[in-house]
């Protein structure tokens, strides 16, 4: 059935300043204009408008942090995309619910998707959408501990980035290099990555993405034992996400500081810089996030001998990360328990 002119330009310019919202990370806005696009694509009733929207509207939830709406989305806009035969609605479906599922940490559900979105991807010849599912793989590959596996798709990732020449990309598979090879514990050659994914940032003019470098350059500083260039860095970092509105990454941050802090022995600005990470991942609801940083706070505790303290901040961490079936910080809690 043809549409009506009006509606579907009407719909097609809502759409189009929404994505404006989006790429600024103005995710309210965002969301309240994906609402708006769903119930007129329901009105036409255009089937396959009504897919985009809901692919839209699940970005915007995740944008958010509520990750159960944003699931509910793309689990619809997956169904609608079945019905039709759309296999790169598919594919895009599948790889948002993957990319949902790892930000949580369910990281078995997320592979599950992701090598699903695969296979459509290569038969759509769509280059962009498997590099961008490579992506999100290897980086699940060294959360899980296997950074030499994720370092051989990481290289293949940065080859096809470097042919497709997707310059922002690229900055982002060179981080992906960098984390592989910090959780080696090399790290003067992540440090190296870092470094090369820096200037493109810049002059792509990515702030968020030059922030998570500066962030990986920071935590490289504290690693490799020099705190207070760390700590330069991370307030830095802290003033851009604070600008950007970015509570996850503000987040992240404030936990790194903290941690930096301990590190110098100052545990009253630690525990401070703690405490205030923790309300903003409660407020997220981003459970794996706080849970990380209770096992930071017990630590200092231990380390000062409140045993107490300690034990009720990894309980909490730990029921935490079995909320979220993340078995290798459950396995993290329990090392930390049994050494106190």
């Not at 509207?57 to 169904?79: D, I, N, S, V, Y």
């Not at 599950?112 to 980086?139: C, M, W, Y």
């Not at 600005?269 to 923790?278: S, T």
């Not at 940083?293 to 309980?315: D, H, I, Q, W």
Request: aromatic fraction near 10%; include cysteine.
């Amino acid at each position: 059935m043809t549409q009506p002119l009006n509606q579907v330009t009407e719909w097609e310019q809502r759409r189009n300043e929404a994505n404006r919202f989006y790429k600024r990370g103005n995710f309210q806005e965002y969301l309240a204009l994906a609402i708006e696009n769903l119930n007129l694509a329901r009105v036409m009733p255009d089937k396959a408008r009504e897919g985009y929207t809901l692919n839209d509207l699940g970005l915007a939830h995740l944008g958010c942090w509520q990750p159960q709406k944003a699931l509910e989305c793309f689990a619809q806009a997956l169904a609608v995309a079945q019905e039709f035969g759309n296999m790169r609605a598919e594919a895009t479906a599948l790889s948002n619910l993957g990319a949902t599922y790892s930000r949580f940490g369910q990281f078995s559900q997320a592979l599950e998707h992701f090598n699903k979105a695969l296979p459509i991807f290569r038969i759509l010849e769509d280059a962009q959408g498997e590099v961008s599912t490579l992506n999100d793989v290897a980086l699940i590959y060294t959360r899980l501990g296997e950074p030499k596996r994720a370092l051989l798709l990481q290289n293949q990732i940065l080859t096809m980035r470097r042919v497709l020449g997707d310059f922002s990309g690229e900055a982002t598979t060179l981080n992906g290099i960098g984390f592989a090879y910090s959780t080696l514990g090399k790290f003067d050659q992540a440090l190296e990555f870092f470094q090369a994914a820096l200037p493109i940032q810049r002059a792509v003019k990515n702030l968020a993405g030059e922030a998570t470098t500066l962030n990986n350059i920071a935590s490289i500083y504290s690693d490799l034992g020099q705190p207070k260039q760390a700590l330069l860095l991370y307030y830095q970092v802290l003033l851009t996400r604070q600008a950007l509105k970015d509570r996850s990454g503000e987040a992240t941050t404030l936990n790194n500081i903290g941690f930096t802090y301990s590190s110098l022995a100052n545990h009253w600005q630690a525990l401070r810089f703690y405490k205030k990470a923790i309300v903003i991942y409660q407020e997220l609801g981003d459970r794996l996030g706080k849970s990380s940083t209770l096992l930071n706070m017990g630590s200092l505790y231990a380390k000062r001998r409140r045993k107490k303290l300690a034990l009720s901040c990894y309980r909490d961490a730990q029921e935490l990360a079995e909320q979220i079936e993340y078995h290798p910080l459950l396995e993290k809690v329990q090392q930390f328990i049994n050494s106190l």
